[in-house]
Every structure is written in structure tokens, then in C-alpha cells.
């Protein structure tokens, strides 16, 4: 399993933005869809966006039009773009590649081939 690292996470007021980062050490998100995942307090991991090979982008209905995932494949590093932030958004966001991003909402770590530690976005009312 390849670790990725993500960053940019933080306390931020509702309505505010912030930006995370996921890095990879190698070329593995040309070749591997990627997915930020969330995981609020006694709640299951959810996919929030992913970004395919072919940079097509899929969101979760809570974040449409708030949240946007991109990607440079030259500095190996996908973002999420988060805005007009809202404290249900409170979580530990996780970055992951591989085909069980396309899976479905959920976090299936066996189809993975990466995933990091995790950053915590904490969003006060």
C-alpha cells in the first residue's frame, strides 16, 4: 500500500473555505481514479468527490456546488476545493486511489492501492 499524504485541513467559521491537498510519491493518480473521503464522529467513511483517469468528477449531493476536486498530474497532487463551508462538514478528510473510488460511496480499502492519514476540517457554527 502506497501512503499518501494530504493537508490543508484546519478550524474554519461557517461559510468560510479551505483547500486540502493529497500528494502522492509517485505517478499513481495518472493511472488511478481519486476519491476524498470524510469521516465525521460515529460515522462510516463516505466519498465526497473523486476525479476519474480521465478527469471527469462525481460529488456527493451535500457537497454539489460547494466542493470542487481537481488534479495536477505533474506536481502528483489532487485538491478539494471547499467553500461556503458548513459545520455538518466537520470531519476527517481522507485522500485514496484506486478502482474501489469508482466502487460506490463507501470506503472499500481492499480494492485501494493507496490512502493517507487523514486531515481534520473542523467548521464552527
Known amino acids: 500500500q502506497v501512503r499518501l499524504v494530504e493537508s490543508g485541513g484546519g478550524l474554519v467559521q461557517a461559510g468560510g473555505s479551505l483547500k486540502l491537498s493529497c500528494a502522492a510519491p509517485?505517478?499513481?493518480?495518472?493511472?488511478?481514479?481519486v476519491g476524498w473521503y470524510r469521516q465525521a464522529p460515529g460515522k462510516q467513511r463516505e466519498l465526497v468527490a473523486r476525479?476519474?483517469?480521465?478527469?471527469?468528477?462525481t460529488y456527493t449531493d451535500s457537497v454539489k456546488d460547494r466542493f470542487t476536486i481537481s488534479k495536477d498530474n505533474a506536481k502528483k497532487t489532487v485538491y478539494l476545493q471547499m467553500n461556503s463551508l458548513k459545520p455538518e462538514d466537520t470531519a476527517v478528510y481522507y485522500c485514496?486511489?484506486?478502482?474501489?473510488?469508482?466502487?460506490?460511496?463507501?470506503?472499500?480499502?481492499?480494492?485501494?492501492?493507496?490512502w493517507g492519514q487523514g486531515t481534520p476540517v473542523t467548521v464552527s457554527s
Open positions: 509517485g505517478s499513481i493518480f495518472s493511472v488511478n481514479a
Open positions: 476525479i476519474t483517469t480521465g478527469d471527469s468528477t
Open positions: 485514496a486511489a484506486g478502482a474501489g473510488v469508482l466502487y460506490g460511496s463507501g470506503w472499500y480499502e481492499h480494492a485501494l492501492d493507496a
